[in-house]
């Protein structure tokens, strides 16, 4: 089956650094990717939508300049917290679209991101 | 918006016991619903899924079945056991258009069977 890769699972950084958090499709290409951020005990809430070669569109209430979205390549998207701060502690998730659909994806088991 | 609606857990049960999750959904027209889980330390894996009403889906012993008239997609499973603890999310699919491909995820609900 489908399999998507996310490094790193855990990092710890200080507040008001920065923090990449790749995202793989390993044995597919993936032209869309989804990030997904979740809080303890509660859902999934989606953040942004990256499609390959082009800009992400991101969710209402999910600033752009603060998670930084790069696809560029059919197999990588990255996802970039800058400026790091407490409150964006949360586990990060993504998923890949189906190479010919998007009715199916395949998901990254997270990065878990403190910042102290 | 579209929304989705899970039974708050956490479920606590004994191995053999009999298990129904439920789920329910507010949508346009006719999403495709999913159950995903998610086993401990690993990603969501897709459990089973349907995209019509009426439509059943099942995947290792677990049935859901879309019920367009009540908007609800709940999982069951006859005899649990102790490899099916994890998470369960019911999630949906917009028919089309623009927001198609966006998941909308239920809230999740903790499975913990004991031997």
């Known amino acids: 089956g489908a399999v998507v890769s996310q490094h790193p699972s855990r990092v710890i950084c200080k507040s008001g650094t920065s923090v990449k958090i790749e995202c793989r499709s390993l044995?597919?290409?993936?032209?869309?990717m989804f990030w997904y951020r979740q809080f303890p005990k509660q859902s999934l809430m989606l953040m942004a939508t990256?499609?390959?070669?082009?800009?992400?569109?991101?969710e209402q209430g999910v600033e752009k300049d603060k998670f930084l979205i790069n696809h560029a390549s059919l197999t990588l998207s990255t996802l970039t917290v800058t400026s790091a701060h407490p409150e964006d502690s949360s586990f990060y998730i993504c998923?890949?679209?189906?190479?010919?659909?998007?009715?199916?994806?395949?998901f990254g088991p997270g990065t878990r991101l403190t910042v102290t | 918006g579209d929304s989705v609606t899970q039974m708050e857990g956490p479920v606590t049960l004994s191995e053999e016991a009999f298990l129904t999750i439920n789920c329910t959904y507010t949508?346009?027209?006719?999403?495709?619903l999913f159950w995903y889980v998610q086993y401990p330390g690993e990603g969501l894996q897709l459990l089973l899924k349907a995209t019509k009403a009426d439509d059943k889906g099942s995947n290792k012993g677990f049935e859901a079945t879309y019920r367009k008239e009540t908007t609800s997609f709940h999982l069951e499973k006859g005899s649990v056991q102790v490899s099916d603890s994890a998470v369960y999310f019911c999630a949906l699919n917009p028919e089309g258009g623009t927001s198609y491909g966006k998941l909308t995820f239920g809230q999740g609900t903790i499975l913990t069977v004991h031997p």
């Open positions: 990256s499609n390959e070669g082009s800009k992400a569109t991101y």
């Open positions: 044995d597919f290409q993936a032209t869309t």
């Open positions: 949508a346009t027209g006719y999403p495709s």
């Open positions: 998923s890949a679209g189906g190479q010919t659909s998007l009715y199916e994806q395949y």
